[in-house]
């Protein structure tokens, strides 16, 4: 693993969009998986400013809550075009976001796994961390091995959550999320973690056992991923012999 400190999130968010834009530069018809979350914000925005083309590039995003529309402001589809696909020259169809609208959510979620081996897999998978360590919506507990599936979120993703809806009632209780199996076979994994209420998962991330209770450990088996970090998310993490 690869662990980079920044000085502050501005920082974190032009450094990702630059490493992102030099993949994407590189392989214009590049396979991304994407999160959403207040962390990569900023990463976006500066890949719009950026000017990069998406034209050829397809997409695929980690999750979507189930019962919640696309075109519902806090869907996560919302999301993406609030924050990236309405502002970048992405075509419609290189667009992939699972379905949490489907009538058979298991099909759903087996068709999202055939389309990302017809795009030939991911090459760069983006992820934010959760505060139980949690990437995608791969909860505490979630084997290592799991693919795309519907998944109920834990109490405290929904606390987290909490911020985006108007009352208890509306906080979406179900997703459909990508496994971690299916995470950890993308080429490349890109890590941020932003700010002091990560500190310590993120500690735990980089320096605690690997364990599912923990699932965010199941990255460190894989041969490309950066962390990054700001100042702030690094701060009760010693990090040398780590790097
Ligand atoms: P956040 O969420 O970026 O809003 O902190 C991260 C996550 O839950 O994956």
Known sequence: MRITVVNDYATLSATAAGLVAGWVWAKP?????LPTGST???MYRALVSLGLRFSSVRTF????YVGIPADHPQSYAAFMRKHLFDWVDIRPENVHIPNGMSADLEAECARYDEAIQRAGGIDLTILGLGPNGHIGFNEPGAPWDGRTRPVELTEITRQANARYFRNR???PRMALTMG??????SRRILVLASGADKAGIVQQFLKGPATPDLPATALRSHPDVTVMLDRKAA???ALSGVI
Do not use: H
């Open 29 to 33: 018809d590049a396979v991304l998986g």
């Open 40 to 42: 990569p914000e900023g």
């Open 61 to 64: 995003n980690l999750d979507e």
């Open 180 to 185: 971690i199996g299916t995470i950890l076979e």
């Open 235 to 237: 701060q009760q993490t």
């Open 169 to 171: 009632q509306e906080i």
